[in-house]
């Protein structure tokens, strides 16, 4: 893209609505036993989706992740997703990916 | 357990190594143009396991969660995992979820 853009890194994390239930947890935790782990209970498994959003700033970035996460990544009807920023990734490296395209 | 015991919640973040192929995270680049999205690359697909954790301290409740995610969350020749913490449970509701059982 243009001089003007920076890219930052993003991750979306989706986990099943607390009630829905979760058979891939409920796998992990009757497997516990059989490793000789105690304690752990609760077991939820979700998705998480790492990705480089280049936008003018950050909110424009965190609005492109926002709705990504709402219309692709995520089922609102059973799931919850949040946005985590993982950081502006340095210009030199995005320079360099520039270069080679 | 006993009162002794305290409890922290943590979440293992798995993903594809790098230079591992992503198959998930291809298709969802591969929908951005249909969804009017512009400046996403580099998607790559993991999934996200929360949990709660009883140990007597919390390096203990992190060295079960670490044993966990390389034994039975992740696969090691395909996949990276971090543990992320999510904090102490409040005692109160520890007691609370104790009383039930």
Known sequence: ????????RFAVNVTP???????QGKAVE????HLGIAGVSGVRVGRRVEMAVEAADEAAARAVVGRLAGDL????LMEL???EALGEVAPAATAAT???G
Chains 1, 2 share one sequence.
Not at 1 to 8: D, E, G, K, L, Q
């Open 73 to 76: 990544l995520s089922n609102p």
């Open 30 to 33: 009757r497997s516990l036993p």
């Open 81 to 83: 997703f949040e946005v």
């Open 98 to 100: 520039g270069a080679r």
């Open 1 to 8: 893209m243009t001089a003007s853009t920076r890219t930052w």
């Open 17 to 23: 609505k607390p009630g829905i239930l979760d058979p």
